[in-house]
């Protein structure tokens, strides 16, 4: 069974930075890609960042340029480096893990609140 622990979350005031991780429990062998989504109250869940099992990386159009997503060399672990945050960067942000063979996980989310 896979688990995602993600830590890093909280407050943090406009224009600064806030640093996530997410350590993934399980095999490594067949990951496919690992990243991050996040939903804001009341929206769906967009694409913030993904990295692919060749290092290829995705962004979602809100976040390029500012956010920065990479992984550890174990590669079970991906960091996601946010600066220049802006309050539309509030929500709760989720970790997820795919597997070339389909299967999907997600972690339980930490809120990430941007405010003065």
């Known amino acids: 069974q896979v688990q995602l622990e993600e830590s890093g979350g909280g407050l943090v005031q406009p224009g600064g930075s806030l640093r996530l991780s997410c350590a993934a429990s399980?095999?490594?062998?067949?990951?496919?890609?690992m990243g991050w989504y996040r939903q804001a109250p009341g929206k769906q869940r967009d694409l913030v960042a993904l990295?692919?099992?060749?290092?290829?990386?995705n962004y979602g159009g809100a976040v390029r340029g500012r956010f920065t997503i990479s992984r550890g060399n174990a590669k079970n672990t991906v960091y996601l480096q946010m600066n220049s945050v802006k309050p539309e960067d509030t929500a709760v942000y989720y970790c997820?893990?795919?597997?070339?063979?389909?299967?999907?996980?997600w972690g339980q989310g930490t809120q990430v609140t941007v405010s003065s």
């Open positions: 399980g095999s490594i062998l067949s990951i496919k890609s």
């Open positions: 990295i692919y099992s060749q290092g290829t990386t």
């Open positions: 997820t893990l795919n597997y070339y063979g389909g299967e999907n996980y």
